[in-house]
């Protein structure tokens, strides 16, 4: 009898044990973070602020940027310190030295290079998508303006 019921106590533990990981990968995505954030962009700066809500993790966070509706070729890496296609040492969360944490006050910023297409220049629109995990954040538009 004894061999039998650790046969059954074994097939139960299996089915529950699937059900919890069955429940796991079918459970919804954790929402996205609301947040009210603005968008600066002078020179080959883009800077991104947070007026208020959600504190939002930068290691998950992916930013698009458009200039005149054309994607840059190379997307900001976030966080970073050096990357191609931008200058070194962003600033704020997106800099891969700081706590990677965008609050309510804070600023985050990194600088377009040259070397990127399409270039950065005054009167040019910039569009930002921002998106946390896959879910849409933020979509942000500025005109660049000169320093």
């Not at 074994?10 to 699937?18: F, P, R, S």
């Amino acid at each position: 009898m004894a061999p039998v019921a650790g046969v059954l106590l074994l097939a139960i533990t299996v089915v529950l044990a699937g059900g919890v990981v069955a429940a796991a990968i079918d459970a919804p995505p954790e929402p996205a973070p609301s947040a009210v954030l603005s968008l600066s962009v002078t020179d080959d700066r883009i800077a991104i602020a947070h007026r208020g809500g959600d504190p939002i993790d930068v290691t998950k966070l992916t930013v698009r940027v458009r200039i005149d509706g054309e994607p840059l070729t190379r997307q900001p890496p976030l966080p970073f310190f050096s990357a191609s296609g931008f200058r070194p040492g962003p600033s704020g969360a997106f800099n891969a030295a700081s706590a990677n944490t965008l609050r309510s006050g804070d600023t985050a910023s990194f600088r377009v290079a040259g070397t990127n297409d399409p270039t950065l220049e005054a009167g040019r629109r910039v569009s930002v998508e921002l998106s946390v995990d896959g879910q849409p954040v933020a979509s942000l538009e500025a005109t660049a303006s000169a320093g």
